[in-house]
């Protein structure tokens, strides 16, 4: 590395009080960690993110970058992109494998990590654009932005039990009607229309993507009493199994 020969001079000067290959590994390490850190400092201002959750990531893959023989005259820029974090910089053929490597890993990072707080995280769609968000920050950012809707002529909902169901469609858990044609769920996937109500009703139970809580959150909707569960021990521990299997084809 080039500030060896810099320092030959200091480590020459003082070799007869101190061991001098011990001297110069200290010395070797301090103008590292000094060179380390400039790298850093210089490049965390080409970084353009939403929120602050992500800065501790990126000082991280910075210094992974420094340590991993990549030419500190190089910048890294970096900003969200379908709300992970991409990277790009001019570097010369040796370095790609480095940055290709040093990328995808922190992109991956980016979308487990919560964009406003640094939590643990998942990807969440709001009102049409990308997030990586945790619970509650994604709760608090659509809490805020969801107002209560006008409540007339509602029927309870046969999925969640609210008194929220409208035309064909629940205003609380967001289900629809099984005569409904709708592009979450193919009802040819069902035998009948008992196991659809029963698959949105685990829905709803499970809450994976914490829809029904913010429900609870913003809407006004009561709850009836009558409301009740019809699908079994078992048959929920089956879905809960394939949720996970959908989670883990995500993360891949
Ligand atoms: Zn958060
Ligand atoms: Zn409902």
Known sequence: MHYLQNNK????GNSRYFGETHLKTAIVNLMENNEIENFVENNIKNFQTNGKGWNKIIREMLIEFAKSGWNLDNQIFGKEKYACLQCSSFSNDSEIEIFRSI?????????????????????????????????????????????LKQRSNLEECKFCGYFAFSEDKCKFCGNYDFKTTNFTISKEDFA?????????????????????????????????????????????????????????????
């Open 9 to 12: 001079k200091i480590t020459a």
């Open 103 to 147: 990328r995808l890993k922190f992109k991956k990072l980016s979308g487990v990590t919560c964009q406003e707080c640094g939590d643990k995280s998942k990807q969440r769609i709001f009102k049409g654009w990308e997030y990586t968000l945790c619970k509650n920050c994604y709760l608090e950012k659509a809490t805020n932005e969801i107002y």
């Open 192 to 252: 009948n229309e008992l196991e659809y109500i029963k698959y949105c009703q685990m829905e709803v139970y499970v809450d994976n993507d914490d829809e029904i809580e913010l429900s609870k959150r913003t809407k006004g909707y009561s709850k009836s009493e009558k409301y009740k569960i019809l699908f079994s021990d078992e048959e929920l521990k089956e879905y809960i199994e394939m949720i996970k299997s959908w989670d883990e084809i995500d993360n891949k």
